[in-house]
């Protein structure tokens, strides 16, 4: 894998910029309810060094009913900036899972306009793994101005993502597992319906990722956006369940050197609430 600090780094480049000043490192562990995990109780039991606690839950837009909306620009200039991370910092934002949750933040950082941020291949059970250092510390933090400057073509709403469905001017790819995405299963989120955005596509979101939890290469991407029939010269948006596992599909494209490529935000846990919004299953 080639190390690029706008988008994914191994954990060998971690190890070896681990003391740089201007690094900081955040866990953007969160997990679905179903998974039983509490993902702030692991990360005050063990995690880098240094790293902060980045919660997609609190920081998000909480005057949406849709969970963990991108925040309002100030919400997250001042949560970051407790945190100590701001203008100048290269950021790398790892999860428990490899690869799940931190593509979100990756690409919620870039919707603020911060591209000096990557994710960490593989997460921290491949830094576990592999014998690094952890702790449980808490971090030192040191107040750091933060300029944000939102990128609103990064983002979709329901009204542009259902004229995209009709218009066909951008292809949609679901990042859901494919029994949600053909309505086989019910939802894990109540009261919503099955199926798919009419005329989407669906990739899976672990037909990216190796069996470590680390993203495939540039050859193996290629071959799964190939196998669904992604058409590279039209411009991309992505879904998912709630917005999380679908920036993973952003982060990929991004990799191929894609940048045409925007998230619905509402995702699924919105289209699916809506009795006037088609559903196609199958």
Same mark, same amino acid.
């Given at each position: 894998?080639? +190390? ?9 480049? @971690? ?10 490192? $955040?866990?953007? %562990?969160? *997990? ?24 997609? +839950? ?21 949560? @970051? ?26 690409? $919620? ?5 911060? !591209? ?9 059970? /491949? ?26 073509? &990064?983002?979709? =709403?329901? !009204?542009?993502?259902?004229?995209? %469905? /009709?218009?066909?001017? *951008?292809?949609?790819? =679901?990042?859901?597992?494919? =029994? ?22 669906? @990739? ?9 939890? #680390? ?14 029939? &992604? ?6 948006? #992505? !879904?998912?369940? %709630?917005?999380? #596992? ?9 990799? @191929?050197?894609? !940048? +045409?490529?925007?998230? *619905?935000?509402? %995702? ?5 609430? *809506?009795? +006037?919004? /088609?559903?196609?299953?199958?």
């Amino acid at each position: 894998m080639q +190390d690029d600090p706008k988008t994914l780094v191994s954990t060998d480049w @971690l190890r070896k910029h681990l003391s740089d000043p201007d690094l900081r490192i $955040l866990d953007a %562990s969160w *997990y679905m309810p179903d998974m039983n995990r509490d993902a702030r109780a692991e990360y005050d039991a063990a995690h880098i060094p240094g790293a902060r606690f980045f919660d997609i +839950d609190d920081i998000s837009d909480q005057r949406s009913d849709l969970p963990h909306m991108a925040p309002p620009v100030e919400k997250f200039m001042s949560r @970051l900036r407790a945190m100590g991370v701001g203008d100048g910092h290269q950021v790398v934002i790892y999860d428990g899972m490899g690869l799940f949750s931190a593509a979100r933040v990756w690409w $919620l950082f870039r919707l603020m306009g911060k !591209t000096d941020v990557a994710v960490l291949d593989g997460g921290f059970p /491949k830094w576990q793994a592999e014998g690094h250092p952890i702790e449980d510390l808490p971090p030192v933090i040191k107040d750091r101005h933060m300029t944000v400057q939102r990128q609103a073509h &990064l983002v979709k =709403d329901v !009204t542009q993502v259902a004229a995209a %469905s /009709k218009l066909g001017d *951008y292809t949609i790819v =679901d990042a859901r597992a494919a =029994d949600r995405f053909r309505g086989a299963v019910p939802e894990p989120r109540p009261n919503l319906r099955a199926g798919h955005i009419p005329n989407s596509l669906n @990739l899976p979101f672990g037909d990216l990722l190796n069996d470590d939890g #680390t993203m495939k290469d540039a050859e193996g991407l290629r071959a799964a956006f190939d196998a669904i029939g &992604l058409d590279f010269a039209k411009p991309a948006i #992505t !879904t998912c369940g %709630s917005g999380v #596992t679908a920036a993973i599909l952003n982060l990929a494209m991004e990799r @191929l050197g894609k !940048t +045409d490529h925007t998230l *619905y935000d509402g %995702s699924w846990a919105e289209w699916g609430m *809506y009795g +006037d919004l /088609k559903v196609a299953t199958g």
